[in-house]
Each structure stands twice: as structure tokens, then as C-alpha cells.
């Protein structure tokens, strides 16, 4: 089983700062198949990236997605206020298709 | 347009049986690629991927479950089920299920969330 360390577990930021937030894997992630979720209270989890990098539908282009291999980053640039939440890594190439622990991004 | 959503009890005893339904809209089970995969998150704590269920009927579980989780689907009703053994406290989360995108990866790979249920939440409780 593939086991995905996320840091920082907070961060802390003001809105329009930039948010970098890392996905470490225990093993190489196979076509880079990873994918990022946003989660806010009280909701379902929303399908920020997948294939690393790739944006979903609907996916503002401040929420970018890179890295491969073993080590993944989400990036968003211009905080606004709605994206203070939980983001979690998902990787889906191998069973089971584990998330991380999540990274919570909160207002400073 | 894809919609999900979980029904079942809201409260199971401990050592009970749980079984959760996900009835979903907007996709075909029977199509090849489709998977309908289910996900809980124990209160303050993260995602936890359990189970998921493929168009062709195979089906991939965590290990770490001992066996006690078992998916199933009805593609007439458009339903899918999960079924928990001797249920125990620590079960006690919000319960997800959600559509496996069937494009643009391989079809044996557990593949990732686009479109997600509500949640139900489940207790479990003496």
C-alpha cells in the first residue's frame, strides 16, 4: 500500500498570499497518476487536479498541480478567502487508492 | 449531469451489520470504465478510501478492513451497496460515495473522485 505524507499539516496564510502545500509518497506513483481534492466543512470533497497536474473542470487557474515521481506539489497563487480548507492527495494507480493525511489551509 | 447520494441508518450498535446504499444518476454502471468507489472520514480525521466497484463487477478493497467491508451493485436500480461487519466505534464517520472517471486512465486502476455524494453520517453506539 502506497502511504502519502502530506506537509505542512497547517498552514497558516492571509488571502492573496501564495500557498505551496506537498504530497511525498512511500513509493514512485506510476503515470503520475495523483490527484488533489479541496475540502470545506460541511461539503463533499472537490476534485482539484488530477494526473498531477491537470486541472479539473471548473477549476480556477490559480490551483496548479506538479511534481512526479515520489513528490507532488499543489500550488495556489492569490489566496481568496473560499479556498481556506482542507486539500487532500490521492493516488490512484495502485490499490488501495490511498489519500494523505491532508494539509488544512487556514486565514492567518 | 452526475449525482450521487448515501442513504442508510444514521445509528448501528456495535457488532451490528451496517449496509449503505449510494444511488447514483447520470452514468451507466454497465459502461466499460465506470466504478462507483466508497470513502469515509472518521470526525476530525482524514479520507479514508475503502472500497470500489468496477462496470465489469470486479471489485478492490483496502486491506486494512480484515475483510469486513463488501461492495456491491444493482445496475438495473442504479445502486450501489456497502456492507460492514461487527460494526465498532471506531466505524463512527461520514461516509462518501463516489463516481470513478473512466477516461484518460487505465481501467484496472482505482482511479480518481470527480463527482461525489453529500455524505451520510453514521454513528455507531450501544
Known amino acids: 500500500e502506497i502511504v502519502l505524507t502530506q506537509s505542512p499539516g497547517t498552514l497558516s496564510l492571509s488571502p492573496g498570499e501564495r500557498a505551496t502545500l506537498s504530497c511525498r509518497a512511500s513509493?514512485?506513483?506510476?503515470?503520475?497518476?495523483l490527484a488533489w481534492y479541496q475540502h470545506r466543512p460541511g461539503q463533499p470533497p472537490r476534485l482539484l487536479i488530477y494526473?498531477?497536474?491537470t486541472r479539473a473542470t471548473g477549476i480556477p487557474d490559480r490551483f496548479s498541480g506538479g511534481g512526479s515521481g515520489t513528490d507532488f506539489t499543489l500550488t495556489i497563487t492569490r489566496l481568496e478567502p473560499e479556498d481556506f480548507a482542507v486539500y487532500y492527495c490521492?493516488?490512484?494507480?495502485?490499490?488501495?487508492?490511498?489519500f494523505g493525511q491532508g494539509t488544512r489551509l487556514e486565514i492567518k | 449531469q452526475i449525482t450521487l447520494k448515501e442513504s442508510g441508518p444514521t445509528v448501528v450498535k456495535p457488532a451490528q451489520t451496517l449496509t449503505l446504499t449510494c444511488t447514483f444518476s447520470?452514468?451507466?454502471?454497465?459502461?466499460?470504465?465506470?466504478?462507483v468507489g466508497w470513502i469515509r472520514q472518521p470526525p476530525g480525521k482524514a479520507l479514508e478510501w475503502l472500497a470500489l466497484?468496477?462496470?465489469?463487477?470486479?471489485?478492490l478493497h483496502s486491506p486494512s478492513l480484515e475483510n469486513r467491508f463488501t461492495i456491491k451493485k444493482d445496475t438495473s436500480k442504479n445502486q450501489v451497496l456497502l456492507t460492514v461487519t461487527n460494526m465498532d466505534p471506531v466505524d463512527t464517520a461520514t461516509y462518501y460515495c463516489?463516481?470513478?472517471?473512466?477516461?484518460?486512465?487505465?481501467?484496472?486502476?482505482?482511479?480518481?473522485?470527480?463527482?461525489w455524494g453529500q455524505g451520510t453520517l453514521v454513528s455507531v453506539s450501544s
Open positions: 463516489a463516481h470513478r472517471r473512466p477516461r484518460g486512465i487505465a481501467a484496472s486502476t482505482p482511479g480518481y473522485f470527480d463527482f
Open positions: 447520470g452514468f451507466s454502471l454497465s459502461t466499460f470504465g465506470e466504478g
Open positions: 466497484i468496477y462496470w465489469d463487477d470486479d471489485t
Open positions: 513509493q514512485i506513483i506510476s503515470s503520475n497518476y
Open positions: 494526473g498531477a497536474s
Open positions: 490521492q493516488q490512484y494507480g495502485s490499490s488501495p487508492g490511498t
